[in-house]
């Protein structure tokens, strides 16, 4: 698979450097499964999973504001790699009131490593970056309640408890290596049906996540000096992007969960489900936010992301490292000691800071609704649904000298409404659905003359399957099956996304990846051979 794009790496303007960038990837992957009956009550699980991602590129470095243009081209490719091993024994330990007591335990193995050349500055990193990450998890399923026990309100109650704990190590041939420790995450959730046809449900649960290997790999990143109006003053900016702070941190996560299941005994192919979510960040791994606004005509509203150079030893360790991809200005740094103590006895340098970090906030809440119907046709088993996402709250501070910004309905982040309907009809060995997805419109603050308003978007999906063997397709569990997939049926262009002079945005041009592709018709034809 061949992928050609083009990249733009300095916001402002639009003359800037910028590269062209060509590549293919090859991908291996393969998957190994195995299930025992040890007793009748308990089963062991083994499975074995590898992933390998190899990419090569050639990357053309085009600077059209030097006199004359100059282009030059740099070899470059990346090998991505992961081994998943886990076994499992899970099973029944006895009998409860409300049904039998389940349980799980399991050991993991994580593999991973990563080695190539930034797609931008063509550094080759500074050998494999690797990390081992061993878990253990047990987890037990308890029916406490049952119906039989005839306690009001109360027809059946059960209770979820589960924990998992992970020890990583670097294992990594680069000279500097990052230790992130082990964890401890604990999940409890509770099921309860006051009445028949209704359920309540409920759920807390911690997480914890190191940073990717990509990220601390600061070969990946890159450096720009440049000049520019900041605030509407002629300066010079020292851009930091692509790759991790020296002092990023593993982030953590509280999630809360409570929903609400109706199915009515009158109707039982009828289903409504909704849940209340909560996701509490701690130390989040992002870039700095913005919140839709321009760092570069707002630099005051923006602290965490267009500051004034703390000191010349910050500019200095800055400029050391990752390598300096080009300098507009005429100051020579290729002493970084000395560059820096020049940047920073000027009155007119900033820097923008577009690192990894860990941010101080980033809290989200939302509803997820989903409904459907089953009914008997004449024609076959149709079933009808729709399933909508409604983010209440999404918010972000990277410290505590940034303003709480709001990280949705704005390009490069969520919309706050989103959907999916369908209808599916089952016929014997025939099956097919029809998808309608739906993104809410949503604002631009950064065009280049004025709010755009970002038009809404709605494309249709069709899937087909057929089974060979002529087995029914709503209960066969092996056969030969044909299947037709078709991705935006009618071709629905992306909604337009205005950038150009005077814009910060980090998008491809013309649209927002983050709620759209353009990628139009999408055909995909296959066949499935099961046992």
Do not use: C
């Not at 490593?113 to 061993?134: D, F, H, M, N, V």
């Not at 995450?185 to 996540?209: H, M, N, Q, T």
């Not at 010349?312 to 400029?319: C, M």
């Amino acid at each position: 698979m061949k992928n050609n794009y083009s990249i733009l790496l300095s916001p402002v303007p639009a003359a800037h450097t910028f590269t062209h960038y060509t590549s293919q990837t090859d991908q291996i992957f393969g998957a190994l499964a195995a299930e025992y009956e040890v007793t009748g009550d308990l089963t062991a699980d083994f499975s074995a999973a590898y992933s390998e991602v190899d990419v090569d590129g050639l990357a053309t470095l085009v600077e059209p504001n030097l006199v004359p243009p100059t282009a030059t081209n740099a070899d470059l490719g990346t090998r991505n790699s992961q081994l998943d091993v886990m076994a499992k024994l899970g099973g029944t330990l006895f009998a409860l009131p409300g049904g039998d007591l389940q349980f799980s335990v399991g050991l993991s193995v994580l593999e991973e490593e990563y080695k190539g050349r930034s797609p931008i500055t063509s550094i080759q990193s500074a050998g494999s970056l690797g990390r081992r990450s061993t878990s253990a998890f047990a987890e037990i399923w308890a029916p406490l309640i049952g119906p039989e026990q005839q306690i009001p309100f109360v027809k059946a109650f059960a209770l979820s408890l589960a924990a998992r704990y992970t020890d990583y190590e670097d294992t990594s041939e680069a000279a500097v290596r990052r230790d992130f420790g082990d964890s401890t995450d604990p999940k409890i959730a509770f099921a309860w049906e006051p009445v028949e046809s209704l359920r309540v449900r409920g759920s807390y649960g911690s997480s914890f996540r190191t940073p990717s290997l990509t990220q601390l790999d600061n070969t990946g990143g890159l450096h720009y000096l440049t000049t520019t109006a900041i605030g509407g003053q002629p300066s010079i900016y020292l851009g930091l992007t692509g790759y991790a702070d020296a002092d990023l941190a593993p982030e953590t996560a509280d999630t809360y969960t409570f929903g609400l299941d109706f199915q009515p005994l009158w109707d039982e192919g009828l289903r409504i489900a909704a849940t209340y979510y909560s996701i509490n960040y701690t130390d989040r791994i992002e870039v700095a936010p913005t919140g839709g606004l321009n760092p570069f005509t707002s630099p005051n509203l923006l602290p965490d992301v267009m500051y004034r150079p703390p000191s010349a030893a910050f500019l200095e360790e800055a400029l050391r490292a990752t390598r300096l991809l080009f300098n507009t200005t005429g100051i020579n740094v290729t002493d970084p000691a000395a560059g820096a103590g020049a940047l920073f006895a000027r009155s007119d340098v900033w820097v923008y800071d577009r690192r990894f970090k860990n941010l101080a906030l980033s809290s989200q809440e939302g509803i997820d609704f989903n409904a459907s119907k089953r009914l008997s046709t004449d024609w076959g088993d149709l079933n009808l649904g729709a399933n909508v996402t409604h983010i209440l709250k999404y918010e972000k501070r990277r410290s505590s000298a940034g303003a709480v910004l709001p990280a949705t309905d704005v390009p490069g982040q969520p919309a706050n409404w989103r959907g999916r309907a369908f209808g599916s009809l089952t016929t014997g060995a025939f099956n097919g659905t029809l998808s309608v997805n739906y993104v809410d419109d949503y604002s631009n603050p950064q065009a280049p003359v004025g709010l755009q308003q970002i038009d809404s978007w709605t494309t249709v999906d069709l899937a087909l399957t057929y089974d060979l063997d002529g087995a029914e397709a709503s209960t066969a569990k092996s056969g030969t099956r044909l299947s037709l997939s078709v991705q935006n049926l009618f071709n629905e262009d992306p909604p337009e996304v205005r950038t150009g002079a005077g814009s910060n945005l980090f998008l491809p041009v013309g649209f927002d990846p983050s709620n759209a592709n353009p990628l139009g018709t999408l055909v995909v034809l296959g066949i499935t051979k099961t046992w």
